[in-house]
T-cell receptor, first 113, second 115 residues
Framework: SAVISQKPSRDICQRGTSLTIQCQVD?????MFWYRQQPGQSLTLIAT?????????ESGFVIDKFPISRPNLTFSTLTVSNMSPEDSSIYLC??????????FGPGTRLTVL | AQKVTQAQTEISVVEKEDVTLDCVYE???????LFWYKQPPSGELVFLIR??????QNEISGRYSWNFQKSTSSFNFTITASQVVDSAVYFC????????????FGKGTMLLVSP
């Protein structure tokens, strides 16, 4: 497995502001993923982040709203831009260690007022 | 398109009861992976098992067991002698076998084990 950390663990933000979530892994990984889990719901993939290339976004998610950086093989950030209460969710990063074996970070609980 | 159905939204049992969580999947892939994850109240997602479609053998790990039935597209999860610490939301998920495929999650089953 891998040790995955996320910062912040939780935050309360005002409408219209942006928050950047960091994901750090203790080993080099090719693929990192960002998921959103809205209250009481399942996980939905936002985007796949491959080091050195643009992130690939799923239907319904756009780069302007959720810009992602992947500067190296152990780190990624997800920014939630121009937030609204509908963005209140848990945001989780995950890494694929060995072909379809995904491990998840502890999540960032975001509340937007 | 891939789809995972967990028909049980919430299950309540008393400690020491056995409980089975159902998972039915749909995929056009001939080869794929199936997963179970546990999400306790703290929110992190804990990997429990990965099973590839080639291997239909049932698996047992302590109090946990998994029954994979390709003929019915099901991958059910049984907890024997449940404990309060088993209380969590359990997600079944599916991915393709080729390369780094993304996960498709079911809606989850909330398990509440009372003392």
């Amino acid at each position: 497995s891998a040790v995955i950390s996320q910062k912040p663990s939780r935050d309360i933000c005002q409408r219209g502001t942006s928050l950047t979530i960091q994901c750090q892994v203790d080993s080099q990984v090719t693929m990192m993923f960002w998921y959103r889990q809205q209250p009481g719901q399942s996980l939905t993939l936002i985007a796949t982040a491959n080091q050195g290339s643009e992130a690939t976004y799923e239907s319904g998610f756009v780069i302007d709203k959720f810009p992602i950086s992947r500067p190296n093989l152990t780190f990624s950030t997800l920014t939630v831009s121009n937030m609204s209460p509908e963005d209140s969710s848990i945001y989780l990063c995950s890494v694929d260690l060995s072909y379809n074996e995904q491990f998840f970070g502890p999540g960032t609980r975001l509340t937007v007022l | 398109a891939q789809k995972v159905t967990q028909a049980q939204t919430e299950i309540s049992v008393v400690e020491k009861e056995d409980v089975t969580l159902d998972c039915v999947y749909e995929t056009r892939d001939t080869t794929y992976y199936l997963f179970w994850y546990k999400q306790p109240p703290s929110g992190e997602l804990v990997f429990l098992i990965r099973r590839n479609s080639f291997d239909e053998q049932n698996e047992i790990s302590g109090r946990y067991s998994w029954n994979f039935q390709k003929s019915t597209s099901s991958f059910n999860f049984t907890i024997t002698a449940s404990q309060v610490v088993d209380s969590a939301v359990y997600f079944c998920a599916l991915s393709g076998l080729s390369g780094y495929s993304t996960l498709t999650f079911g809606k989850g089953t909330m398990l509440l084990v009372s003392p």
